[in-house]
C-alpha cells in the first residue's frame, strides 16, 4: 500500500469509525436499537456516502441528488449521523434525541425530503420496490425533458438492504420487474451478515441470491468484501458503469468492533457507556459522547460541485428550450392536476338525461383517457388488469424495456405495483395511478399503510366492489376491504353512485395532495339514480333524495356506491304510503368528517337511520345509535348472479322498507315511553 493509499484508507477508517461511534452514542442514549448492522454495514455506507454519491446538503431537494433508500430501516442511526456530518439539517441535538418523545429523528427512516431522507422504511423488502419506484420515475421524467446533449436527470437510485429485506417476497416481485424492464443507474447494495432477529439467517434464507438475480436480468458483483475500503469502492464504481440494474452483495460482519458474536442479540440490543467509551478509546476518537473533532467533519464534507455544474445547465436549457422548462415547473409544482371541464359537462350532460344503466369502470376509463392526454404527470400501471379495472389501454403508451412510457403492465404482482408507485409518487412532479380487483388489496395493504404515512399523492383504482361480481365467487366477492381501508389514518376512500359523482371524486382525488385515495368501482353496470342531477359531494356526503325539513322528516338513509339507487327506491316506497325518508349519499366517509356540513346537523338529531352497503358495517361504527338499523354483508358471497345473490342477501326494496318501518315504529315507541304521565 503506497503512502496515497495509506492515506486514503487511514481517512476512510477515521470517517467510518465516527460514524459507529455517532450510532453507539444514539443508540445508547435511546436505551436500545439497531446496532448490529449500523456497526456491521458502516464501511459500506461511509465509502457509499463520501465517494459516489452526488449531493447539495444545502439544497436537499434538488432533482437530480442521488437517492439512497435504506429497506434495512434498523441502520436509521448511521444515516442520520451522515446527514449530520454530511451538512445536512440534522444537528447534534437531534442525534442525541434519536428514538426519544418528541425527538426529529425515529428508530426507523422516516420520509422528509428536507432532511435528506425520500422514503419511510421499516417493513422490510418495501425499500427495494421504493427504490425501483424512484428509477422508473426518473427514468420517465428524463424521457420527457432531457433534450439531446442537455441530460438535467441523470442521477443514480442506490438501495441498502439486509437478510431480511432479501427474503421478503416483495423483493422478487420488484427484482423481476426491474431485471425485465432493464432500469439502468439502479443499485442495490446487499448487506449479507447473515442475522435476522430469530438468529442465524443461513438455514432460512435462499442458497444462491446471486443466481436469483442474474436470473432476472441483473448484473451481479458477489462475494465483495464489506470491510475493504478499496473493494467496496471498485464494485460501486464497476456498478456506476453497467446499464442495468445492478446487486451488490456486500460480505459483512454484524456488530463489527463490538466483543460479542452473538447476532440475534447485536441486531437489536443496549449498549452501556463503557462498551461506547472502549470503542472509543481503541480508534482514538473523541471519549465524550455525541463529540466529533473538527477534521472528521471535514472528511465528510459533500463535494458540491457537480450540482452547482448542473445548475449552470439548467441555465442554458432554459434558454434553449423555453417551452420545455416552463413545462417541467408546472411537472414539479403539479400544476397541472385541474380536470378536463369540457370533457366533464359531455360525461354528466350524459348523465343527467335520463336513468340507465350504465358502468362506471367505463366511463372512468374515458375520463381517465382524457386526463392522460391532457396531463403529462399521469403515469398509470395494473397487477396485470389494465381493461378489466378501467384503465385506458392506449396504443403506443405501454412501458418497454429502456422505453419509459405512461401505462405500466406490472404482471400479477399487486405489493410491488403499490410499492413501486409509492417511490414514484415520492420522485418530484409525478402521479401514480395503480389498478386491481378490491378483493386483492390485501396483497399490497401495506404499501397502501405506507403512502398514508409518508402523504403520498397515490391514487388507487379498485373495482369489482361486491357480491355483484357474481360467478366468480366468495373469492372475488370483497366483504371487510372497505372497512379497513376506511380505518387507515389519510387514506380517502371514494365509492361514487353516479357518473356525476365520479367526476367529482377524480377531481377530489387528484388535487389530494398530501395522501393517497381509493375509488372504489363495481364490475357490473349499476343504475344511475335519476334523482341525483348536482351533487355536492365536495364535503363526502349530500341530499341525493327528500326533504331535510326536519318536522316532517320520519328518517335518514345512508348508502353509498350501487347501493344509493336502492336507498331511492326504498325511499319512494315509504312515500307513497306517507313516510318521508331522506336518503344521504355518501361516497367519501373520510371527507365528511373533514368538513362542516348541514348533514352533520341532520345526522345528529339521531332520527331513525338505515345504513346500506354491500359490505362489513365496521366502517358505520362512528354512525351508529340506538335508532340505526344495517343492511349490510355480515358474510361471505358465493358464486351466482350477481343480480341475484343481491336478492339473497336481503339487498332489496321491500326488506330495506320492511328494516325502515321497524326501525320507525321503535323509535316512536322509545319516544312514548319517555313522555310523563
Known amino acids: 500500500m503506497n503512502t496515497s493509499t495509506s492515506s486514503l484508507h487511514d481517512q476512510h477508517q477515521r470517517a467510518a469509525n465516527t460514524l459507529r461511534a455517532l450510532a ?37 431537494g ?59 422504511t421499516g417493513p422490510l423488502g418495501q425499500g427495494i420496490a421504493n427504490g425501483v419506484g424512484l428509477a422508473m420515475a426518473r427514468d420517465y421524467t428524463a424521457s420527457r425533458y432531457n433534450q439531446h446533449e442537455h441530460t438535467w436527470i441523470d ?5 441498502t438492504a439486509g437478510d431480511g429485506d432479501m427474503m421478503e417476497g416483495l423483493s422478487h416481485e420488484a427484482g423481476a420487474l426491474a431485471g425485465q424492464l432493464n432500469l439502468s443507474k439502479l443499485i442495490l447494495c446487499y448487506d449479507q451478515n447473515h442475522t435476522i432477529v430469530g438468529g442465524d439467517s443461513r438455514f432460512l434464507s435462499e442458497q444462491d441470491p446471486a443466481k436469483r438475480f442474474t436470473a432476472y436480468g441483473w448484473y451481479v458483483i458477489d462475494r465483495v468484501d464489506g470491510h475493504d475500503h478499496q473493494a467496496i469502492s471498485a464494485s460501486l464504481a464497476h456498478a456506476k458503469a453497467i446499464d442495468r440494474p445492478v446487486l451488490i452483495i456486500f460480505n459483512t460482519s454484524i456488530g463489527r468492533g463490538l466483543m460479542s458474536s452473538d447476532g440475534e442479540n447485536l441486531h437489536c440490543t443496549s449498549l452501556s ?11 482514538t476518537l473523541c471519549l465524550k459522547p455525541f463529540e466529533v473533532s473538527k477534521d472528521v467533519y471535514d472528511l465528510w464534507r459533500v463535494e458540491t460541485y457537480k450540482h452547482k455544474r448542473w445548475q449552470k445547465q439548467l441555465v442554458d436549457y432554459k434558454q434553449a428550450f423555453p417551452v420545455a422548462y416552463q413545462a417541467m415547473v408546472r411537472w414539479l409544482a ?74 405500466i403492465n406490472y404482471g400479477v404482482r399487486e405489493f410491488g405495483a403499490f410499492s413501486i408507485a409509492n417511490g414514484m409518487a415520492a420522485y418530484a412532479g409525478l402521479i401514480p395511478i395503480v389498478s386491481t380487483f378490491l378483493a386483492f388489496v390485501e396483497y399490497g395493504l401495506s ?31 370483497p366483504v ?42 363495481p364490475r357490473q353496470s349499476i343504475i344511475s339514480p335519476r334523482a341525483i342531477l348536482e351533487p355536492n359531494s365536495k364535503g363526502g356526503a349530500y ?118 318501518i321497524s326501525c320507525i315504529q321503535s323509535y316512536k315507541q322509545h319516544l312514548t315511553s319517555k313522555r310523563p304521565c
Open 24 to 60: 453507539m452514542d444514539m443508540i445508547q442514549a435511546s436505551g436500545r436499537g439497531h446496532v448490529g448492522s449500523c456497526l456491521g454495514f458502516a464501511d459500506v455506507l461511509t465509502v457509499l456516502w463520501r465517494e459516489h454519491m452526488n449531493l447539495a446538503p444545502l439544497n436537499p
Open 334 to 407: 403539479k400544476d397541472n392536476t385541474q380536470p378536463n371541464q369540457h370533457y366533464q359537462n359531455k360525461t354528466f350532460m350524459y348523465h343527467t338525461e335520463s336513468t340507465k344503466q350504465v358502468s362506471l369502470r367505463k366511463h372512468s376509463q374515458r375520463l381517465l383517457e382524457a386526463y392522460i392526454n391532457q396531463y403529462s404527470n399521469l403515469i398509470m400501471g395494473s397487477a396485470d388488469l389494465i381493461e378489466s379495472t378501467g384503465l385506458p389501454s392506449i396504443h403506443g403508451r405501454l412501458w418497454q424495456p429502456e422505453k419509459p412510457n405512461s401505462l
Open 155 to 159: 442521477h443514480t437510485v442506490f438501495i
Open 447 to 477: 404499501s397502501i399503510r405506507m403512502a398514508s404515512l409518508m402523504k403520498l399523492q397515490v391514487i388507487y383504482v379498485l373495482t369489482h366492489d361486491s357480491v355483484g361480481v357474481g360467478e366468480d365467487g366468495a373469492t372475488h366477492q
Open 273 to 283: 457507556s463503557y462498551a461506547c467509551r472502549q470503542f472509543k478509546r481503541d480508534h
Open 543 to 660: 341530499l341525493a333524495y327528500g326533504q331535510v325539513k326536519q318536522s316532517s322528516l320520519d328518517g335518514l338513509i345512508l348508502a353509498t356506491g350501487s347501493e344509493v339507487s336502492l336507498a331511492i327506491e326504498i325511499s319512494e316506497h315509504l312515500k307513497s304510503d306517507h313516510i318521508q325518508v331522506a336518503v344521504i349519499s355518501m361516497p367519501c366517509i373520510e371527507r365528511f368528517f373533514q368538513t362542516e356540513s348541514y348533514i352533520k346537523v341532520l345526522l345528529a338529531k339521531q332520527l331513525p337511520t338505515l345504513i346500506i352497503e354491500a359490505a362489513t358495517a365496521h366502517s358505520w361504527v362512528r354512525f351508529n345509535h340506538q335508532n340505526c338499523a344495517f343492511l349490510v354483508m355480515d358474510q361471505f358471497g358465493r358464486s351466482g348472479c350477481g343480480h341475484k345473490l343481491y336478492q339473497e342477501y336481503g339487498f332489496t326494496p321491500e326488506r330495506g322498507v320492511e328494516i325502515m
Open 480 to 521: 371487510e376491504q372497505l372497512s379497513y381501508l376506511r380505518a387507515t389514518p389519510g387514506l380517502e376512500v371514494w365509492r361514487p353512485c353516479s357518473l356525476a359523482e365520479l367526476n367529482l371524486a377524480w377531481e377530489a382525488m387528484l388535487n389530494h395532495t398530501d395522501g393517497p385515495s381509493v375509488l372504489v368501482l
Open 62 to 120: 434538488w432533482i437530480n441528488r442521488d437517492r439512497l433508500v435504506c429497506s434495512n430501516g434498523h441502520i436509521a442511526a448511521s444515516v442520520y449521523a451522515m446527514l449530520h456530518l454530511s451538512g445536512f439539517e440534522v444537528n447534534i441535538n437531534d442525534l442525541k434525541s434519536f428514538r426519544q418523545h418528541q425527538g426529529r429523528l425515529s428508530t426507523h427512516m422516516v420520509r422528509d425530503p428536507n432532511l435528506g431522507v425520500d422514503m419511510s
